[in-house]
Every structure is written in structure tokens, then in C-alpha cells.
């Protein structure tokens, strides 16, 4: 058990809908980061939140977007879902700071698995 | 952050060492050299890192060449929950934290 929780673990919908995932990170944990991985493109960088604060931006889609709360968990909105959306969402956490964030060890939730219909 | 470069797939018979290579050749004298895997329908895990030495603990030896263009993962006895896609990742100072994977290596071990 990684200490990070993400919800739901499976979430079927159909194309044009919106949904919402979200992610516990491990407890005083201020980094957050999101990742997608389908089959075909392997795992993607999606965001990165820093006590609140958006950090890094990968691979997002502009009909994506991510907020980090100030009780530091984290949601992922997907609007708009294509067919190609589906695929399992992994969010993150990691205790680093300062000059230590590209050393730190982040921590993975067993991630969300999204099927678009 | 610097390339890296794996085998796609490699083979390792159960209790037997394995050596799992990673070239990175534009490597940064600030690199750090991360290594991650994920199990079958998980998320990643961490393994291990370095920067310069060699490394152990309790999972695995890293070996990081002396002119730090390669290095190695040693798994010193594989065990078939070894079974994994091993994942080489350079992490640089101005690295915001974030991990950025390549396609790994997915290493079977046969019983």
C-alpha cells in the first residue's frame, strides 16, 4: 500500500460526458502528479501540483484539467470523453521540496480505470 | 531531462540474477539515474537511484558506469513477483519532480 488513494477504481462512461477523478496523496505528501497510460502510448505525463500551486504541464488535453485543494488532495476533470480517453489515470505523490523535487521518490495510487463508450 | 534507452523485453529464469541495462549517453553531470517498475495491474513503484556510486537496497543494485553513460539494474535473485516493466529515468536538477517514462523494459521470469 503506497498511502496514496485515488477513487473511483473503475468508471465506465459514454462519450461527450464529463467525469471527475480523485486523489488522496499520502499524508504532509505537497507534490501531486497526474499520468496517463493507455495502451498504445505507454505512460504520459499529465500535471503536476505543488502545494496548490500547478508545478509542470505535460501531455494535457485542453478538455482536461486538474486542481489541487488546500487540504492538498487532488482532482482530475475530464470533459467532452472520446472513445481514445479511455485508459488508467495514476496520480502520485511525492514529500520532496526545493532542491531535492528530482531526487525525491514519488509514490503511485493503483489508479483509475476509465472505459469511454 | 536526457533520453534513455532499454531493451524492450528480456528473460530471466526464476532465482537466477538479472542484469537490466539502460543507456544514457547525453546524460548531465546532475542527473540522477531512477529506476522504476510496475507490476501487473499496478501503479509504479520505486526501486532505486543514484548519481554517481554504485547503490544498494533492499531490492535491487544499481550499477552506474564510470563515465555515467550506462548503468545496470541488478535484481540478484529474480522471483516470479519480479515480473515487471522496469522503467530507466533521468531526473536533472532544474526537473520539477516529475517522472517522464520511456517504454521499459518488461522482464519474464520463468519459473
Known amino acids: 500500500d503506497s498511502g496514496v488513494t485515488q477513487t473511483p477504481k473503475h468508471l465506465i462512461t459514454a462519450t461527450g460526458q464529463r467525469v471527475t477523478l480523485r486523489c488522496s496523496p499520502r499524508?504532509?505528501?505537497?507534490?501531486v502528479y497526474w499520468y496517463q497510460q493507455s495502451l498504445d502510448q505507454g505512460l504520459q505525463f499529465l500535471i503536476q501540483y505543488y502545494n496548490g500551486e500547478e508545478r509542470a504541464k505535460g501531455n494535457i488535453l485542453e478538455r482536461f484539467s486538474a486542481q489541487q485543494f488546500p487540504d492538498l488532495h487532488s482532482e482530475l476533470n475530464l470533459s467532452s470523453l472520446e472513445l481514445g480517453d479511455s485508459a488508467l489515470y495514476f496520480c502520485?505523490?511525492?514529500?520532496?521540496?526545493?532542491?531535492?523535487?528530482?531526487?525525491?521518490?514519488?509514490?503511485f495510487g493503483e489508479g483509475s480505470r476509465l472505459t469511454v463508450l | 531531462d536526457a533520453k534513455t534507452t532499454q531493451p524492450n523485453s528480456m528473460e530471466s529464469n526464476e532465482e537466477e540474477p538479472v542484469h537490466l541495462p539502460c543507456n544514457h549517453s547525453t546524460i548531465s553531470g546532475t542527473d540522477y539515474i531512477h529506476w522504476y517498475r510496475q507490476l501487473p495491474s499496478q501503479g509504479p513503484e520505486y526501486v532505486i537511484h543514484?548519481?554517481?556510486s554504485n547503490v544498494n537496497n533492499r531490492m535491487a543494485s544499481l550499477a552506474i558506469a564510470e563515465d555515467r553513460k550506462s548503468s545496470t539494474l541488478i535484481l540478484h535473485r529474480a522471483t516470479l513477483r519480479d515480473a515487471a516493466v522496469y522503467y530507466c529515468i533521468l531526473r536533472g536538477s532544474s526537473n520539477t519532480g516529475k517522472l517522464i517514462f520511456g517504454q521499459g523494459t518488461t522482464l519474464q521470469v520463468k519459473p
Open positions: 499524508s504532509g505528501d505537497l507534490s
Open positions: 543514484g548519481l554517481t
Open positions: 502520485a505523490s511525492s514529500a520532496s521540496s526545493g532542491p531535492l523535487l528530482h531526487t525525491g521518490e514519488l509514490f
